[in-house]
């Protein structure tokens, strides 16, 4: 509750090992072997390990989405439907609009005659990038728009009230009084008031078309198959995983290589030298510079937007986890931000050096576990919209 709990798990680890029993049936993993028996392809859905659905509250609707949907099934027809809208060939269409929206944030960050809160205008730019894609409108926050400031602070202090009820959700009795308060409150009115903005917001959409490639125009061209309240309940995912996350892992990169200044200067001198103006910078381009791709994994290393892990639970009939055997039913999780700063793991864990992933076979980081590095998840639930 105080928002220590990954320092919490970390000094347990450091104490007891890669493998800690934090509570009466849930264990804490920071073995890079882990992340495969956990979160890996299982020979069959009775061997999977399901999402906790303690920890992935449904959508208000009910309808499954592919981050809370814990039916295998559904989420493979819903993962096929949308692999389309996140592939190498529609990034490549979305690239004029995610131009668009970072030119504004450039326009504002130049503008400015003294410090300006970077926090507040990544969270701007992503929020605008994620609603065009969604919405097939953003929002307006470059624009200087107030008119959806609300809802963006709104679901921003969402998630921060979805991890207080998670770690309620861990001690039923507590959490039961609690719910039956808090649905008479405030925060019952604002979570309606979220839902019902996105779910008008994709009505709008599919009302009036769109000219734009966004995430439902190559869903729909490919004939994919998604109902409406699916639609809903999948616009709240993506305006909830592809905003905020996005915006804390720019801002702790930031400070990363704003407090490392020999790291700015390598990195400046790589983007510089590709591309010398404005237009030369493309996708494909960013995706080539070296340096630059090692800066963002070490940034997803000392940063992760999510800095706990992804719970599962293990089938009824236990399973071997790190050859160790788990009982069924028992909620096992690989934790991020410990298991990238795990000793184990990384060499020097708390400094940020970008070129431990590019000195790979030899020096000081080839023992380094880069395997364990997943801040998108692992296997065939990991986030859709990792690339």
Not at 33 to 38: E, F, L, Q
Not at 167 to 182: K, M, Q
Not at 247 to 253: H, I, K, Q
């Amino acid at each position: 509750m105080s928002g220590k709990e990954a320092q919490h798990l970390y000094e347990l680890h450091l104490k007891y090992g890669q493998v800690v029993r934090v509570g009466p049936d849930e264990l804490s993993y920071v073995d890079p072997r882990a992340m495969k028996d956990i979160y890996g392809h299982h020979r069959t859905e009775q061997a999977t390990f399901a999402k906790d659905p303690a920890f992935f509250e449904p959508a208000p609707n009910g309808a499954p989405d592919i981050l809370r949907g814990v039916d295998g099934a559904t989420h493979a027809r819903q993962r096929k439907a949308l692999s389309h809208s996140f592939s190498d060939r529609a990034l490549k269409n979305q690239e004029a609009l995610l131009k668009t929206h970072v030119g504004k944030l450039l326009a504002r960050l130049a503008a400015a005659a003294g410090p300006v809160d970077l926090v507040r205008w990544y969270s701007a730019t992503t929020f605008d990038i994620m609603a065009d894609l969604t919405f097939s409108a953003p929002l307006g926050l470059l624009d200087g728009s107030t008119q959806c400031e609300e809802w963006v602070h709104a679901m921003t202090a969402q998630s921060v009230s979805m991890t207080v009820f998670q770690i309620l959700r861990r001690y039923p009795a507590v959490y039961h009084i609690v719910l039956f308060f808090l649905s008479r409150s405030r925060m019952a009115a604002e979570r309606k008031r979220i839902w019902d903005h996105t779910a008008v917001r994709v009505e709008a959409r599919l009302a009036h078309g769109s000219d734009k490639p966004d995430l439902w125009e190559e869903m729909t061209r490919r004939n994919g198959s998604m109902s409406v309240p699916e639609m809903h309940a999948n616009a709240e995912v993506f305006m909830g995983a592809g905003t905020e996350t996005t915006a804390t892992l720019l801002a702790g990169l930031t400070f990363y290589l704003a407090t490392n200044p020999e790291k700015m200067d390598r990195l400046k001198r790589e983007v510089r030298q590709a591309m010398p103006g404005d237009d030369d910078v493309t996708i494909e381009r960013l995706q080539s510079l070296k340096y630059l791709n090692a800066c963002i994994e070490e940034g997803l290393r000392k940063y992760p937007p999510s800095a706990i892990g992804h719970p599962r639970v293990t089938p009824a009939e236990g399973a071997r986890v790190c050859d160790g055997w788990v009982p069924g039913g028992t909620m096992v999780c690989c934790q991020q931000w410990v298991s990238y700063h795990y000793p184990a793991n990384f060499a020097r864990p708390h400094e940020f050096i970008p070129e431990r992933w590019l000195e790979t076979e030899t020096g000081e980081f080839a023992n380094d576990k880069r395997e364990i590095l997943q801040p998108f998840s692992y296997g065939p639930r990991n986030c859709i919209g990792k690339k």
